[in-house]
């Protein structure tokens, strides 16, 4: 073997090395780009003259920004969307800060997509704050080849085949005129942030708050908002409370 083609040998070593590395760091964002192009696909067959679909819109309200994976406006109402594409069992509660996703032995804790959605929903009312009767429908999908095993909520936490039938459900009850979609739409697309900066600007206000959020909580502090968690009494047992309640519910085990 001559010298020219061990080099290219390594060459070629080394770019894979590099292309294994770089997919794996951004193995979460491919994998969440896969799920919301599911879910997009799904959305395109509801009838275009009675649902306007929105897929990945970011968007800033005076507080902070808000990056919203799917968002269909309709006489029913406006439906906002969070898509999780995992696999495993998926184990959670409404209510909990953190859910799990086992794999075998592996457990993995993830932010409770209720809580992500509730956030969305919040910087929406603040965008169209000037239809006080609209009402929203909170969905979460599941899309990749995830079990939900354990999961309590009242909010619909569905896998991708049920999403158009769960929105169809809403059909029966009217909540907007054409002329308020129309508007609200018109709104939204002049809100909505395109530009890479925007983007890149709100990854790092999320990295910032996620790393507040566990600086919070290793400091015996509210996560949410900041208050001192002290130690209350249940009726499963002793767990931490925020000492803001009840206008923050921020609970943790002991």
């Not at 799990?100 to 997509?113: A, E």
Request: hydrophobic share 35%.
């Amino acid at each position: 073997m001559n010298a020219n083609l061990i080099l290219i040998l390594i060459a070629i070593f080394v770019v894979y090395k590099i292309v294994i590395f770089v997919y794996r760091l951004n193995a979460p964002k491919i994998k969440g780009a896969k799920g919301e192009s599911r879910v997009a696909r799904r959305l395109e067959k509801l009838k275009s003259e009675e649902y306007n679909v929105f897929n990945d819109v970011l968007i800033r309200t005076d507080s902070r920004s808000s990056q919203i994976d799917h968002i269909v406006i309709s006489i029913y109402g406006i439906f906002v969307i969070e898509t999780k594409n995992y696999s495993g069992w998926i184990h959670g509660h409404e209510n909990s800060e953190y859910w799990t996703q086992t794999i075998y032995r592996n457990k993995t804790k993830f932010r409770n997509p209720i809580r992500q959605n509730r956030g969305h929903i919040y910087a929406l009312n603040e965008v169209f704050s000037d239809f006080k009767q609209v009402v929203y429908h909170p969905i979460i999908v599941f899309s990749g080849k995830a079990k939900l095993k354990n999961v309590y909520s009242e909010i619909p936490v569905i896998y991708g085949r049920q999403l158009l039938r769960t929105i169809k459900k809403k059909r029966g009850t009217l909540n907007l005129s054409i002329d308020e979609v129309n508007s609200i739409t018109d709104k939204l697309n002049e809100v909505r942030i395109h530009g890479k900066r925007e983007k890149k600007e709100h990854i790092r206000q999320v990295r910032n708050h996620i790393y507040e959020r566990k600086q919070n909580e290793k400091s015996s502090n509210c996560p949410r908002c900041g208050g001192n968690l002290v130690v209350r009494q249940g009726q499963f047992g002793n767990f931490y409370g925020c000492s803001n309640y009840p206008k923050c519910r921020y609970t943790k085990k002991i």
